[in-house]
């Protein structure tokens, strides 16, 4: 049983009594096949607060189905079926297509009219990066299940109408800022990759073309091929074919694979090992210190092979290669990682699936081979950046953990947690108690007609701005009468008890507010943290 501390003032009601949940229409081969086509939401189009419409999928929905599972502005959609940590991430429907279903590894809750859609994502969102969802969800293979019932049984927290609002509305503030500095910093790894990539070339290459340069002669022996540029006892190759099951009883030896490559290094902590007997009948691939490694199945990463691993390995993924003696391993593992080197493998990629590089082409390649000298003097040049580079990179990564830490518990705390009570504590004048209990009584209504159903009852339709005031429904021209007699200025507490509304206009009387803000005929005030009013607006 999930139990949450909910800010003091606050009803709490079940999932189930705030909204309409269901799960949508499975997906059938007859689904699939029939005439009728209809777009429909799955897994992949629903992230964390935001739905991606640009890849849709559809299936046949009969009549009844296109009923039920149609979309509607304002429908909070959750992932039920999703990896452990990202089950339940949730986003709000807007309404964009005229018609949108969706699928049963999609939750739909509609929220009651006493909940503000923006607020229940609020929770949701909360429930999810908290791991509330994760710690209800059952887990099948990879693929965690949030569980209908599960989620209707959760707690729902109700605070007032206007508290929904507040809190919604600041979140959406803060969550525009937190996607900005994501995508800043996000954006700014590459760029460091970018300008390494530039100064690297600079100092190699500079204003030099190499598809220019004449190849090894007594004239200009300043170019050789790749194959030229490795020790002559030790020729360009690649490594064990089929490395077999990992050695973990402290045996084996460890072998690099393309994706222990990082950042030009060997990242070690994640090496795998093969026996001896393989290694040894691989050994032409063995490497030592010193040695570069460059991967030549779909992507062409560098690394030089630290003391560490001397007398290791390499899979099928990687070439080897060892520099000859006037050849330096860190100059030879930059001209490498060049822009131009790069391209010109990128260029000579063969097949699909998985394409690779033909050790043929790699042996072509052109490496200039300027006097030792000049290799250190370029090496510590392009090193002094690339240090750089690597401390601004840790910094972003910080940042973005540091980001992401700081966007969950904001989150949290607008949805239900500290921020919420400072905020619900501000507004205090707001008949607290009074407005949430009648939220969830009108709800708890709602469930128990739904079960038994009430006689009906003559109603009449009112538009906003045109209710009656007789009976205490809320009513435009009273409230600006009300407001003007006031000095046109009056906390939202007063102007509701001065109006001698129902306790069931609640969200009547907040619904009026936002329309005749909108209209520009009343304006909202907040001049601090904690004093609201309700002010006259400017003419037009």
């Known amino acids: ?18 909204g309409d949940a269901i799960s ?12 009728e086509q209809y777009p429909y939401l799955r897994v992949a189009n629903v992230f964390d607060d935001e739905i991606d419409l640009s890849d849709l999928a559809t299936m046949n929905f009969s009549s009844e189905a296109r009923e039920k599972y149609r979309l509607k502005d304002g429908d909070v959609l959750l992932c039920e079926g999703q990896s452990r940590e990202l089950v339940g991430r949730a986003a709000v429907y807007r309404g964009e297509l005229e018609e949108l279903f969706f699928q049963n590894s999609i939750i739909r809750f509609r ?33 965690a299940h949030l569980g209908l019932n599960r989620f209707k049984s959760l707690p729902f927290p109700i605070p007032p109408r206007a508290i929904q609002e507040l809190l919604a509305d600041t979140a959406r503030v803060f969550q525009e800022r937190v996607d900005t500095a994501r995508h800043v910093l996000a954006e700014s790894v590459p760029d ?11 100092v190699i290459i500079g204003d030099r073309d190499p598809e220019e340069e004449s190849f090894p002669s007594e004239a200009d022996p300043s170019w050789v091929t790749a194959a030229e540029a490795v020790a002559p006892d030790a020729p360009i190759v690649y490594g064990i074919l089929q490395p077999g099951p990992d050695v973990e009883d402290g045996t084996g030896v460890p072998y690099v694979q393309q994706q222990d490559l990082q950042n030009g290094e060997v990242t070690e902590g994640q090496l795998r090992n093969t026996s001896v007997a393989v290694h ?13 490694l460059l991967g030549i199945i779909r992507n062409t990463r560098v690394a030089v092979v ?7 390995n390499i899979n099928r993924g990687i070439a080897r290669l060892r520099p000859r003696e006037d050849l330096e391993s860190e100059y030879l593992a930059h001209w490498l990682s060049s822009h131009w080197v790069q391209g010109w493998l990128s260029d000579r990629m063969r097949g699909i699936d998985m394409p690779g590089l033909n050790l043929r082409d790699v042996r072509q390649l052109p490496v200039p081979i300027p006097k030792v000298t000049e290799q250190r003097r370029q090496v510590n040049l392009i090193n002094q950046v690339v240090d750089k580079a690597n401390e ?19 989150i949290a705390g607008l949805a239900y947690g500290d921020l919420a009570r400072t905020i619900s504590q501000s507004l205090s004048n707001s008949m607290t108690g009074v407005e949430t209990q009648n939220l969830v009584n009108r709800m708890l209504e709602r469930q128990s007609s739904v079960k038994a159903p009430a006689k009906k009852k003559t109603s009449q339709v009112r538009k906003t701005g045109e209710m009656s005031a007789e009976g205490g429904v809320a009513n435009a021209d009273n409230l600006l009468q009300i407001l003007k007699s006031s000095g046109g200025r009056i906390s939202p507490a007063e102007l509701y008890r001065s109006m001698r509304l129902e306790d069931d206009a609640v969200d009547d009387f907040y619904a009026l507010l ?27």
Not at 127 to 142: C, D, L, M, P, R
Not at 514 to 535: A, H, M, N, Q, Y
């Open 1 to 18: 049983m999930i139990r949450k501390e909910f800010p003091d003032g606050w009803a709490v009601c079940k999932v189930a009594e705030a």
């Open 24 to 35: 949508g229409q499975q997906k059938t081969p007859a689904a699939s096949l029939a005439p």
């Open 111 to 143: 929220p009651h009219k006493e909940i503000l859609p923006e607020y229940a994502l609020l929770v949701f969102r909360a429930y999810q990066k908290e791991g509330v969802f994760s710690q209800i969800a059952k887990a099948t293979t990879n693929i």
């Open 192 to 202: 460091l990759d970018f300008l390494v990539r530039n100064f690297r070339d600079q």
């Open 280 to 292: 040894e009948k691989f050994s032409r691939s063995a490497i030592a210190s010193g040695d570069v």
């Open 306 to 312: 630290p003391p560490e691993l001397d007398g290791g």
């Open 392 to 410: 601004a990179r840790a910094a972003l990564v910080e940042s973005q953990q540091h980001l992401l830490k700081t966007e969950v518990l904001t």
């Open 514 to 540: 936002r329309d005749l803000s909108k209209d520009g005929r009343i304006d909202i005030d907040r001049p601090d943290d904690e004093l609201v009013f309700v002010t006259i607006g400017a003419p037009s």
